[in-house]
């Protein structure tokens, strides 16, 4: 039995995942393709510190937290939509933790996570004045990046987790009668 949330594949019988792939893959590929993305722009800002390469990193670092930001909201829609159905938590969405999510995906997009972070404060740290001494650098912008992954991590588990059913009898589908006597 599917239910409107999640994809067939989320539904179906367990199978060798070594060999097939999930529609849930493609996010995963996508967080491995922007960490990468990022890590190679920031690190070269970084180590060359041209107005160039210092562009470069910094489009790419606002391009990925807009992306993270609109797969934030929309993960956050759809998680608000299952929780009417199915029993949801912030950290298994956004943290990955718990059974809603596989350990390989969890492994995968974590560290990720991390990666992004530790690139992000790691390039604005090392470059902490631009040329002519003045504190700050474009460089600072890749601390946003993470939210590329958060979004990612919550897009992921808001299609493809697997949450147990609301407790018997607490549906959001139950009339709350509390302003029933305010006329």
Known sequence: MSTRW?????NAEPVDTA???????????????GTFAFVVTALTAAIV??????????????????????SFLWSFYNAVQRSREEEISVTQVYLLLGTPTPS??????LSMLVIQTVVGVGTAVARSESADGSPGTSLAVGVLVPMFGIGLNGLWCAFHGVFPPR????????????NDGHG
Do not use: E, H, K
């Not at 999640?6 to 989320?10: E, G, L, R, S, W």
């Not at 390989?104 to 997009?109: F, L």
């Open 167 to 178: 407790p018997d009898g607490v549906t959001s589908d139950v009339p709350i009668d509390q």
């Open 19 to 33: 060999s097939t792939r999930s529609p849930g893959d493609v996010i995963v590929l996508a967080d491995v393709v």
């Open 49 to 70: 510190f041209s107005t160039a390469s210092q562009w470069v990193g910094a489009i790419t670092a606002m391009s990925l937290f807009a992306i993270g930001v609109f």
């Open 104 to 109: 390989r995906v969890r492994r995968i997009m």
């Open 6 to 10: 999640q994809t067939d594949a989320v």
